[in-house]
């Protein structure tokens, strides 16, 4: 930081410096040359006229100026002015053609979103639709399921059913004769065969219907 | 070298027109130009020469290279045409208007390269000072502009439409418009010839004051040359102010070449679009 102040200080001080000998130099060259400045030539040199008129100069001017006019108007400015035209017009007919394409997209862009919406509503219609099917066919596989069951259930206590009335006969039966041989054992004189094998069928049937 | 060399005369001759070529004396050649059918060369003809053929030269091979249509490719070229376009599409067209812009750009873009170039003929050594510094250069090209003008506008709204445009419309009593009307055209005439008067005026005061500062700021190391030790002080700070001088005075070849340009294309559009 400081040494930056020290070079601005320093190059302060050149300025001035060079700026003080420029100053002195000039007072002294003015007081000392500018008679010599001041003073037209002593063997008849031009002075200084700003506002001198030359013909020939203005007459050369002017021819050269409307023949480099005239080469450049058609040569050059003038092809230049009909291509910068072309070029705005290629450009304009560019933005246009542009701003179409992008208007065509933009619609594009619009139906594609609608065939999106309308492909992911269908996809969801499927999906119901799938989900319902299974949920139906899952109901029906529960139904048909509790159904066989139930079958099953009935037929399995039918069989048990029947077992037991099997059961339940033999068991009369052997009772029967049990208590039949051991009552004809008491009453074996009093029974015949056939009276003994209506008592067992009588006591077959009330051991069945209880 | 001494004092005695620096006078009016050897300062004209560095920043006005001459018929011949300074160049450095320890070459000890002095290049006269040459009287044609009595008709005498000087340098700001052959720098005007110079100018117009380096135009052509730019110029026309921009032209063959934009015809395509296309954007041109390298630098140069590119500079060339952004200047076009800058002149064309900021200055040109909201002077004059967008319908008729495109008549006129040739004539306005030949003028503002014109007087450019000649302006920076001045800051080439021993090319010789600036044509623009000359009144009869710019009185030609302000004349140019004014023919320019009065030739479009007339062409525009015919010769009588043309002149009696140039008073503003106002609604005044029949009494007031037959003294007032007289006196608004007068003034309004004289208006546009001081307009180019003017035009030609300031294009030359810049670039003749510019070149006679900085000739006068090397002629100090010539006036002190009898004197050592002032000329050495005198030498650095001439050099110096003259390095800082010609920079301005680049900015104001480029500077006076866009106002005389812009004016132009304005005074064309206020004829275009009378009040």
């Known amino acids: 930081m400081n040494r930056k102040e020290f070079n601005l200080k320093a190059l302060f001080h050149r300025l001035w410096g060079g700026a003080a000998v420029f100053s002195v130099s000039s007072v002294v060259f003015l007081t000392n040359a500018s008679p010599l400045l001041a003073v037209e030539g002593e063997e008849g040199e031009k002075a200084l006229e700003p506002l001198a008129w030359q013909t020939d100069l203005a007459i050369w001017t002017a021819v050269v100026f409307v023949l480099l006019l005239a080469v450049l108007w058609i040569f050059a400015f003038g092809p230049i002015v009909k291509a910068l035209d072309q070029r705005e017009r290629n450009e304009l007919d560019r933005l246009a053609a542009a701003e179409k394409n992008n208007a065509d997209a ?7 979103r609608q065939k999106l919406a309308d492909s992911e509503e269908e996809v969801r219609r499927i999906l119901d639709e799938a989900k319902s099917d299974a949920r ?48 004809g054992k008491i009453i074996r004189e009093e029974v015949d065969p056939a009276k003994h094998a209506r008592l067992i069928e009588s006591a077959v049937a009330s051991v069945t219907k209880q | 070298m001494s004092g005695e060399l620096v006078n009016m005369g050897e300062l004209a001759e560095h920043v006005s027109d001459g ?34 053929l380096l135009m052509i030269l730019f110029f026309v091979p921009l032209a063959v290279k934009m015809k395509s249509g296309r954007p041109v490719r390298g630098r140069f070229w590119n500079l060339l045409e952004v200047f076009l376009l800058y002149l064309r599409n900021e200055v040109i067209v909201p002077s004059i208007g967008k319908k008729d812009a495109d008549r006129f750009t040739p004539f306005l873009w030949t003028v503002f390269f014109f007087v450019l170039f000649c302006n920076l003929a001045g800051l080439v050594p021993w090319f010789g000072a600036s044509p623009t510094g000359a009144l009869a250069t710019t009185a030609v090209l302000a004349l140019a502009t004014f023919v320019v003008l009065i030739g479009s506008g007339m062409r525009k709204f015919g010769v009588v439409g043309f002149w009696v445009g140039q008073v503003p419309q106002m609604d005044l009593p029949l009494v007031l418009a037959i003294f007032l009307k007289p006196m608004l055209f007068l003034i309004e005439v004289l208006g546009l010839f001081i307009k180019h008067v003017v035009l030609a005026v300031r294009l030359l005061a810049n670039m003749f004051a510019g070149h006679l500062v900085l000739a006068v700021m090397l002629g100090f190391i010539a006036a002190t040359a009898d004197k050592l030790v002032l000329w050495i002080g005198v030498t650095f700070a001439s050099v110096l102010m003259s390095v800082c001088l010609n920079l301005l005075e680049l900015f104001v070849a480029f500077l006076q070449a866009y106002i ?16």
Request: with cysteine; charged share 25%; aromatic share 8%.
């Open chain 1, 106 to 112: 933009r619609e594009l862009l619009e139906q594609y």
């Open chain 1, 136 to 183: 139906k066919q899952a109901d029906a596989v529960v139904a048909e399921a509790k159904r066989s069951a139930a079958e099953e259930r009935e037929r399995a206590l039918k069989d048990i059913q029947n077992a037991s009335d099997v059961a339940l006969r033999e068991i009369a039966v052997k009772s029967a004769e049990m208590a039949t041989s051991l009552a």
């Open chain 2, 19 to 52: 018929t011949a070529y300074h160049l450095p004396e320890f070459l000890g050649i002095r290049l006269e130009l040459p009287t044609i059918c009595g008709f005498q060369v000087t340098r700001f003809m052959v720098v005007e020469v110079v100018v117009a």
């Open chain 2, 260 to 275: 005389f340009m812009f004016l132009s294309s304005i005074f064309i559009g206020m004829a275009q679009h009378q009040h």
